[in-house]
């Protein structure tokens, strides 16, 4: 049910969450690669091959955990750790998860935020598998930031795996996607610099003028620049 894209599956115990075809790699010589390029930090590695290294990487644990019955808090974990690696490779820093509030000397607990250089932008960077966990959150909690600290002090860099939903009796395959929420946190709550997809929507990234949506992969060339 979601046109231009093919999804396949796992089964053992339970039957695991969606995996999109054209993004998955199978073979066991092509997914070594992927994690050569990841311990590489993705040095010279194409957006597009970023995100489809990154999607194997992480959609091999989530169908596991799936089939398993391990959980879905596992997965997030694992998905957060993950990405939070990755963009500590892309930007040479580590991240922490609670800021010093000025006024009172006491910390606040976030999402992972980053802190590169005195004279470099601060990261943002709330991870979710999908919106559909309380994406929400991603905008409160940089409006939060933004209302201690100042606009344009974090930037807000949103990363989501896909927003795909496997219906329990037919198997069909949809994207669950709320676009005029999306514009409406985006215009009313806080502005999010990026929210970059692994699998993304075509409906959000058809709405680029208004939400910037990317490939997770072209993190890996425009968050340097973006610090700037």
């Not at 049910?1 to 969606?18: D, T």
């Not at 329990?168 to 996607?177: A, G, L, R, Y």
Request: charged fraction near 25%.
């Amino acid at each position: 049910m979601v046109p231009g894209k093919q999804y396949s599956g796992f089964k053992a115990k339970e039957v695991s969450r969606p995996v999109n075809n054209g993004l998955w790699v199978a073979e066991d010589q092509e997914f070594f690669k992927c994690l050569d390029h990841l311990r590489h930090g993705f040095n010279r590695v194409h957006p597009v091959e970023v995100t489809r290294d990154v999607y194997s990487i992480a959609y091999s644990i989530f169908a596991a955990n799936d089939i398993y019955s391990v959980g879905r808090k596992a997965s997030a974990t694992f998905f957060e750790i993950l990405i939070g690696h990755i963009i500590s490779q892309v930007i040479g820093a580590r991240p922490r998860k609670r800021v010093k509030i000025p006024e009172s000397g006491k910390y606040l607990p976030t999402d992972f935020v980053f802190d590169p250089d005195e004279d470099k932008r601060k990261i943002h960077l709330p991870i979710k598998t999908s919106t559909r966990e309380r994406g929400v959150q991603a905008w409160v909690h940089q409006l939060v930031l933004d209302r201690i600290f100042g606009d344009d002090v974090y930037l807000g860099i949103f990363v989501v795996g896909s927003e795909t939903k496997r219906a329990v009796k037919t198997w069909k395959i949809t994207e669950i996607c709320v676009p005029h929420q999306f514009r409406m946190f985006q215009r009313r709550l806080a502005r999010l610099t990026r929210i970059y997809y692994l699998d993304p929507p075509d409906v959000y990234l058809g709405l680029a003028k208004e939400l910037p949506v990317r490939l997770f992969g072209k993190a890996v060339s425009e968050l340097p620049g973006l610090l700037l």
